[in-house]
């Protein structure tokens, strides 16, 4: 009876909160914005930085929470990615509920909801490049020391050279294997063109009316188009100006152009998500993004599972 009370009244409490999103229709921007129970603002930007960051390691086949240390718990790292996407994947799809009034909001959810799977996926993909054979407690240092005490004494007098075998990396260690895992990012790039439509509705609306949004904006673009052509100038005056014919000119330029290219597409997928952060700031004038009380469990609840993969071993 006892849990059975309990569930009834979590029911109960997440019903209320979803038949209540804050506003009717037609309501203020800053009304409508309480239905969005995600990460914005500066909280937003720091999680985002967290997510970048703990991709990087993965695809390095390193922990982001000890960068010096190589991925080796591979059944840690599969509940992490398991337990996070078992969380965050329904309090996304409960704001997407909750925001139904306002498609613009339910777009960034949708988003925010391809992240969630991007980053559950990337985590366990890494995990299940570990070779299970590999002891989760042995740190990298331990295994060159055995490696070394393995090598015959007269290896150990210096009389031989260490084989190359011995000294390099097991295959499972290979960084470029879990490269493979930044295929993951597509799904994430699709998910934020979605959430762009949804963040460019609400800037058209509202771009003439708040000042800090004009500002946020221009800055975005000048970022977006500058670095890209940074890039195209650096990779110009290091493939230098000789004289290679036409043929070699050609190719240089469509070298440069395709560099270009690849960095505004990094660049785009990485700044949509910093970009958007500060734009639901502006609109709801909290630079922080400190959530109402009426969206602090919901909000707290998905910024952990979403940092569950930082932990990873």
């Known amino acids: 009876m006892a849990n059975g009370g309990v569930a009834s009244t979590v029911t ?6 979803l038949e209540n999103p804050g506003y009717d229709n037609g309501g203020t921007i800053q009304e409508q914005i309480r239905c969005y129970a995600l990460p914005f603002g500066a909280i937003g930007f720091a999680s985002h930085m967290l997510t970048y960051l703990t991709v990087l390691c993965l695809a390095a086949g390193r922990s982001p929470w000890c960068p010096w240390r190589r991925l080796g718990w591979r059944t840690f790292n599969l509940v992490v ?3 996070g996407l078992a969380i965050s994947l329904p309090l996304t799809v409960l704001v997407m509920v909750r925001c139904r009034n306002s498609r ?3 777009l960034i959810a949708v988003w925010k909801l391809t992240l969630s799977l991007t980053m559950s996926f990337m985590t366990i993909h890494a995990a299940r490049i570990i070779d299970p054979r590999t002891s989760p407690s042995r740190s990298r240092d331990d295994e060159d020391a055995k490696a070394l005490l393995g090598q015959p004494q007269a290896h150990l007098a210096g009389l031989e050279p260490a084989s190359s075998e011995k000294s390099q990396a097991p295959p499972h260690r290979s960084s470029k294997k879990f490269r493979k895992i930044m295929w993951w990012s597509i799904l994430y790039f699709l998910g934020a063109l979605v959430g762009l439509v949804g963040v460019a509705n609400l800037v058209r609306l509202h771009f003439a009316e708040i000042w800090q949004l004009r500002t946020i904006t221009y800055v975005f673009v000048c970022v977006l188009v500058g670095v890209p052509l940074l890039a195209m100038l650096i990779f110009f005056c290091g493939c230098g100006s000789g004289s290679g014919g036409a043929r070699t000119g050609f190719i240089v330029a469509a070298s440069g152009l395709g560099y270009t290219v690849f960095v505004a597409f990094v660049l785009l997928t990485a700044l949509i998500a910093l970009y958007t952060d500060w734009v639901l700031a502006a609109l709801a004038g909290d630079w922080v993004g400190w959530p109402s009380s009426e ?4 909000y707290w609840s998905y910024f952990a599972a979403k940092r569950l993969p930082i932990v990873s071993l």
Do not use: K, L
């Not at 109960?12 to 909160?17: K, L, P």
């Not at 969206?295 to 919901?298: E, L, M, Q, R, T």
């Open 104 to 106: 613009s909001f339910i």
């Open 12 to 17: 109960t409490t997440v019903g209320n909160w």
């Open 81 to 83: 990615g398991i337990v």
């Open 295 to 298: 969206n602090a469990v919901f």
